[in-house]
């Protein structure tokens, strides 16, 4: 018990948990958009190029340049993803192309990298405890950024993914929307691979807006039940890294499928009782 | 009084083709104006105007006294009949909030009490108030089809635009939705404009035809347009159109100009 309040106390630490909090609001926000559009594969696919831009910077500008090049891999890939269709199999097929050709970059660069390895394998499974003050200042201003855009796109962007043809028929510019949420996704995966890595970024903006579903067809609940879920998993994740010492991802994937599953059969039993909860399917 | 719409000589262009030209139509609040016609006649094309997504290249177009505007609350919308994703992360009250204000930017924490209030005045109107909360991914097309009136419903609108909002229900079903779009129109003077393949369904109810044919078109009561001799005219080929008890079958027109097996 002394040991977690002492680390409490370490500067790196706080600063691990504020960018753990700050990550944990963006992907709650933005989670049951992704959901709701069906793009859990659109974010792997983001993810990964964040992973091959922060590898590239890494090799040729430095530790710095790490989290700017994740950011532009991101956004840019994030720009093709929102301009593709609706078309599922067309977009599938742009998504694991470009999927793969990012991750093949990206081992290129850390393969001709020759620094630390911590830095290399932190894209990869997250690297909490390299989070200074100038990262979670950056962190903050974005995530107020995002909220903000948030804030106010967030009506006809639900009505644009949830039912678009009719948000179409009522003047929503459903394609300019789209791009909108791409730039807004691509930044909070930039985010979130530098601090859980690219493998473990659909846990925390899939996993908890997944869980939600299960328990609320509110959008507004579920909204607010994948922060929490995003919240625990996150800040649970670093906690226990930190007393165990080891990667923070594992734990923040292992508690975000622990209650993925606790919200499943939650969801199931109240199916079985008659209550209307969600969708079985 | 102001009509609830006026076109006056209106003509649209869509790639480089005429669909109609020289349209002049106006319609009275509480009207009931059935569109019929073939597929590419521009039936759709004409809500598009109405709806403010689409400009004339000619004519005049006036949506209760002024200009069609996108998103409009006067105007409401049911689209076709088209079964949500099961998982769909919306209830009932949501999808119609969505017809309120689903298009509005900014921050959603203004007039709350008063949202609520109006989604649940047309959750009633449909009689859907039982299942508001249910996921809309888990109703059924017909009820799913009574959200969609309700969405439309919800804007208080003055005039109501519906696209083949029948496609695909069974017949008790269209008979509901057809009722809960005249018992609006009744009950609170709404113009009706009810795109359509078939015309039957909505035959009693049927103030007016606009029948759409290849850029021509007629427009009148269902005695007036529905005849052998003026469907002969629009299609350019011999056309019978039959009466059976209080139904009108057409006989030849559509045999020609959609394939068999085509799309409906």
């Given at each position: 018990m002394t040991s977690t309040l002492d680390l409490l106390s370490l500067d790196f630490v706080r600063n691990a948990l504020i960018a753990g909090v700050v990550l944990a609001v963006l992907s709650g926000l933005l989670g049951p958009l992704v959901v709701g559009r069906g793009m859990a594969f659109s974010v792997h696919g983001t993810a990964e190029l964040a992973f091959a831009g922060g590898a590239g910077a890494l090799l040729v500008f430095g530790t710095d340049a790490v989290g700017w090049g994740a950011l532009v891999g991101a956004v840019l890939v994030a720009l093709v993803f929102g301009a593709l269709g609706q078309a599922q199999r067309e977009r599938d097929a742009v998504i694991g192309v470009l999927l793969s050709f990012g991750l093949g970059l990206g081992v290129l660069f850390q393969s001709l990298y020759t620094g630390r390895s911590a830095n290399k394998f932190g894209l990869l499974v997250g690297q909490i405890v390299g989070v200074d003050v100038g990262d979670v200042l950056a962190l903050t201003v974005v995530g107020v950024v995002v909220l903000v855009v948030l804030t106010v796109v967030h009506r006809p962007l639900l009505f644009a993914s949830l039912d678009p043809d009719m948000a179409a028929a009522r003047g929503v510019p459903v394609r300019a929307l789209s791009i909108v949420f791409a730039v807004l996704l691509g930044v909070t995966v930039a985010l979130g691979v530098q601090i859980v890595g690219a493998l473990l970024?659909?846990?925390?903006?899939?996993?908890?807006?997944?869980?939600?579903?299960?328990?609320?067809?509110?959008?507004?609940?579920?909204?607010?039940?994948?922060?929490?879920?995003?919240?625990?998993?996150?800040?649970?994740?670093?906690?226990?890294?930190?007393?165990?010492?080891?990667?923070?991802?594992?734990?923040?994937?292992?508690?975000?499928?622990?209650?993925?599953?606790?919200?499943?059969v939650v969801g199931a039993v109240r199916a079985r009782w008659g209550r209307v909860a969600v969708a079985t399917g | 009084m102001t009509p609830s719409i006026r076109l006056s000589g209106a003509?649209?262009?869509?790639?480089?083709?005429?669909?109609?030209?020289?349209?002049?139509?106006?319609?009275?609040?509480?009207?009931?104006?059935?569109?019929?016609?073939?597929?590419?006649?521009?039936?759709?094309?004409?809500?598009?105007?109405?709806?403010?997504?689409?400009?004339?290249?000619?004519?005049?177009?006036?949506?209760?006294?002024?200009?069609?505007?996108?998103?409009?609350?006067?105007?409401?919308?049911?689209?076709?009949?088209?079964?949500?994703?099961?998982?769909?992360?919306?209830?009932?009250?949501?999808?119609?909030?969505?017809?309120?204000?689903?298009?509005?930017?900014?921050?959603?924490?203004?007039?709350?009490?008063?949202?609520?209030?109006?989604?649940?005045?047309?959750?009633?109107?449909?009689?859907?108030?039982?299942?508001?909360?249910?996921?809309?991914?888990?109703?059924?097309?017909?009820?799913?089809?009574?959200?969609?009136?309700?969405?439309?419903?919800?804007?208080?609108?003055?005039?109501?635009?519906?696209?083949?909002?029948?496609?695909?229900?069974?017949?008790?079903?269209?008979?509901?939705?057809?009722?809960?779009?005249?018992?609006?129109?009744?009950?609170?003077?709404?113009?009706?404009?009810?795109?359509?393949?078939e015309l039957n369904p909505v035959l009693p109810v049927t103030d007016r035809v606009l029948y759409l044919v290849d850029g021509q078109f007629r427009i009148g009561t269902p005695d007036e347009v529905m005849t052998s001799e003026t469907l002969s005219e629009?299609?350019?080929?011999?056309?019978?159109?039959?009466?059976?008890?209080?139904?009108?079958?057409?006989?030849?027109?559509?045999?020609?100009?959609?394939?068999?097996?085509?799309?409906p």
């Open positions: 970024v659909l846990c925390l903006l899939i996993t908890p807006a997944a869980a939600a579903a299960r328990l609320t067809a509110s959008p507004t609940v579920a909204t607010v039940l994948a922060v929490v879920f995003a919240e625990v998993a996150v800040l649970g994740g670093i906690l226990i890294s930190l007393v165990a010492g080891l990667p923070i991802s594992p734990f923040v994937a292992s508690i975000a499928f622990a209650i993925y599953l606790v919200c499943r | 003509e649209v262009r869509r790639g480089g083709r005429t669909l109609w030209s020289g349209l002049d139509l106006d319609v009275a609040p509480g009207e009931f104006v059935t569109v019929l016609g073939p597929n590419g006649s521009g039936k759709t094309t004409l809500l598009m105007v109405l709806l403010g997504l689409l400009g004339l290249s000619a004519g005049t177009c006036e949506v209760g006294g002024r200009p069609p505007r996108r998103g409009s609350p006067t105007v409401g919308y049911v689209p076709q009949q088209k079964n949500l994703d099961p998982l769909t992360p919306l209830r009932g009250r949501d999808l119609v909030g969505l017809g309120l204000d689903g298009h509005r930017f900014g921050p959603a924490f203004r007039h709350r009490a008063e949202r609520a209030r109006r989604v649940r005045e047309a959750l009633l109107q449909v009689d859907a108030l039982d299942w508001a909360d249910a996921p809309v991914g888990a109703l059924s097309g017909g009820e799913q089809q009574r959200l969609r009136i309700a969405q439309a419903l919800v804007g208080d609108p003055g005039l109501l635009l519906a696209d083949e909002p029948l496609l695909s229900l069974d017949l008790a079903r269209q008979r509901t939705v057809v009722e809960l779009i005249e018992r609006r129109r009744r009950e609170h003077g709404t113009a009706v404009v009810f795109v359509t393949h629009l299609y350019r080929t011999d056309v019978e159109v039959v009466r059976v008890r209080d139904r009108i079958l057409v006989v030849g027109a559509e045999d020609r100009l959609v394939p068999t097996g085509g799309h």
